[in-house]
């Protein structure tokens, strides 16, 4: 299967099919759920993976990490870091390295994590790094989502605020979609001949 190098924000604006996250969505806002969620996720192999922050609209203020988003096929974990903290489970599920966790501009996570928790991620896997390979030269998120599965999603609810007292269901919804859509990804371009060579996309 010939894949897509590119896909233009026309064609993306033009697909009638919207991107849904089809599964459970577990919001965690204590550490006692996500003791138990991260239990769960703890016997996974592979996931999807994203941040979001609050947005800052001074010109020398920083974003910090207000929710870290982890998805199977079945279920998305929000976890509200600006209420709970980085858990000693939640940093030790981080710097697993037995847990694949997929992203796309990890080190933009990596940055505003770093603001609240000294760090070292292990097991992430880079998709930017990862669809060139595959002959994808597209690197946003929306773009390669369009060119695999021909589905939109939505950048609506990007510019929120995550750190409202209550999420509202379509922010839920973006959040789940965005780990989601990582971990879709890399599932496919795993069934399919690489045609090209690439550099190795685990970061450690």
């Known amino acids: 299967m010939n894949l897509r190098a590119s896909i233009s924000k026309e064609e993306i604006g033009a697909i009638e099919r919207i991107a849904t996250f089809p599964g459970k969505i577990h919001l965690i806002e204590d550490e006692e759920t996500a003791t138990l969620a991260l239990k769960a996720l703890s016997d996974e192999r592979v996931v999807g993976f994203d941040t979001e922050s609050k947005p800052v609209f001074k010109r020398d203020g920083q974003a910090e990490v207000s929710l870290i988003q982890v998805s199977t096929l079945t279920d998305a ?32 996570d990596y940055k505003v994590m770093r603001r609240k928790m000294q760090l070292s991620p292990q097991g992430f896997v880079e998709l930017q790094k990862l669809c060139p390979g595959y002959g994808i030269k597209d690197s946003g998120l ?40 990582c971990l879709r990804i890399y599932n496919f371009l795993m069934t399919q001949p690489r045609p090209h060579p690439i550099a190795f996309a685990l970061i450690q």
């Open 77 to 108: 974990y929000l976890f509200r870091v600006n209420k709970i903290g980085f858990t000693q489970e939640l940093c030790d599920f981080i710097t697993n390295p037995d847990v694949y966790k997929i992203g796309l501009s990890l080190h933009d």
């Open 142 to 181: 929306q773009r390669i989502y369009a060119i695999l599965f021909n589905e939109r999603i939505s950048k609506s609810q990007r510019v929120t605020n995550w750190e409202a007292k209550h999420l509202t269901d379509k922010q839920m919804g973006y959040a789940a979609l965005d780990a989601y859509a």
